[in-house]
């Protein structure tokens, strides 16, 4: 089992786009993001070409989002986050340019997009 933990200072400056606030469990305070999920992130908004508002990034397995999850979902990795949208040309350009980036998960809601570095076989839903 792969052990998380935060990334480096020196890993979050290297962002082009975000902060470590952002990402932080509103359950527990932790931030385990998994910093190659926050580069492809990091990618994804400079393709999309327009600001993003993270509503949530890392979840502990005891969030309330979570806790119903069998083996964990993957807010609980750090390879996840949803972006928030308020405009239906912002989200079609937020889910092309995912799935071009290779993206493994992505859920589509009125008001955000989830996008995930899952491994297994690639999904699409909606909520």
């Known amino acids: 089992m792969t ?3 935060e990334p480096t200072e020196s890993q979050w400056k290297s962002l082009k786009f975000f902060t ?3 990402f932080v469990c509103s ?3 932790e931030n ?3 910093f190659e999920f926050l580069q492809k992130l990091d990618l994804l908004r400079l393709h999309c070409g327009f600001p993003f508002e993270i509503t949530s990034g890392f979840r ?5 989002s979570e806790v119903h999850k069998t083996h964990g979902g993957t807010h609980t990795l750090g ?3 949803d972006i928030k949208v308020g405009y239906g040309i912002n989200r079609r350009t937020i889910v092309e340019k995912a799935l071009e980036l290779g993206f493994g998960g992505i859920g589509v809601a009125h008001g955000f997009v989830h996008v995930d570095d899952r491994k297994s076989v690639p999904v699409l839903w909606t909520y």
């Open 32 to 34: 385990k993001m998994n």
């Open 27 to 29: 359950h527990s305070g």
């Open 20 to 22: 470590p606030e952002e």
């Open 79 to 81: 390879i996840a986050a």
């Open 3 to 5: 052990t998380l933990s």
């Open 60 to 64: 502990s397995k005891d969030h309330p």
